[in-house]
């Protein structure tokens, strides 16, 4: 948890890590504009934005600028995703604790986004193969991931640029992330994207285990997971 708008959390500071310095940044889904004090206090960002669809969230946001003394270098945007944003030409975006359908929505409605200038900082609270399946079908190159457990909770971080090209991964790599993966397989994980890949294969057998009490099993399902857990224990043993 944050104790003052200066500092971060760990999640939200995993986020920060990928934000370019001089970079003008967009927190979009800001809520309490953490990040884009953080990133304007600290320096790295010269101005930013903090958006969000809803006022109760915006009307936070605007108490903690004023209190940050940054009022004259973060705008408060009422908005949905991008859409006010993306005329103030923000080069970094970071798009944070929402569920992963509803950033790839975000993502999807913007024209603005497709452009390599601009970086995208994506964290999922839930469904990361969805965004990343989303990023690698519309041409966004995942160049960079970061993992972060808190509070119990095991947070991917997703840093992407657009390239036009289009990719394919595997399930396993939707779920954990290539670059992830790289680093365990290399031996170079951190403790964070082991626990991942840990946790991964606990959600596997859990699912399993559910699948096959069913009246009919979905045998395909059982199949893929079994799959999915037998790479986890494979690159566990590394
Ligand atoms: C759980 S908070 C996350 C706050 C912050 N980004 C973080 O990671 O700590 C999600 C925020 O996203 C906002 N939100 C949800 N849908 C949105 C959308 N389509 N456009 C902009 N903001 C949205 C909500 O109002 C809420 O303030």
């Known amino acids: 948890m944050m104790n003052t708008t200066t500092e971060l959390d760990s999640r939200l500071l995993a986020c920060a890590s990928f934000v370019r ?19 304007v206090k600290h320096g790295i960002c010269p101005r930013a ?20 003394g940054l009022s004259d270098k973060i705008d408060l945007l009422l908005a949905d995703g991008l859409d006010k944003a993306s005329a103030l030409s923000p080069d970094d975006i970071i798009i944070a604790g929402m569920g992963g359908e ?19 900082i994506l964290q999922p609270m839930t469904m990361p193969e969805v ?12 160049i960079d991931e970061k993992v972060c457990t808190a509070a119990d909770k095991c947070y991917q971080i997703i840093c992407a640029e657009y390239d036009g090209v289009v990719r394919e991964y595997s399930r396993f790599e ?3 992330g290539h670059i992830n993966i790289g680093r365990i397989r290399s ?18 057998g859990r699912r399993i285990e559910g699948m096959s009490r ?23 043993k590394i």
């Open 21 to 39: 310095a001089g970079a003008v940044a967009a927190d979009i889904g800001s809520d309490h504009a953490y990040l884009p004090i953080y990133l």
């Open 49 to 68: 934005v903090a958006s969000d669809i809803n006022e109760g969230p915006v009307k936070r946001a605007k108490i903690n600028v004023a209190v940050s």
């Open 102 to 120: 509803l950033i790839r929505d975000i993502i999807d409605a913007s024209e603005y986004v497709r452009d390599p200038r601009i970086r995208l």
């Open 131 to 142: 965004l990343r399946a989303y990023l690698a079908e519309n041409g966004f190159n995942i």
């Open 174 to 176: 939707l779920l954990l």
């Open 187 to 204: 031996g170079k994980a951190n403790g964070d994207e082991l626990e991942l890949l840990r946790r991964t294969r606990i959600a596997a």
């Open 214 to 236: 069913a009246a009919n099993p979905d045998t395909a399902a059982i199949e893929a997971d079994r799959q999915l857990s037998d790479l986890c224990e494979k690159l566990m």
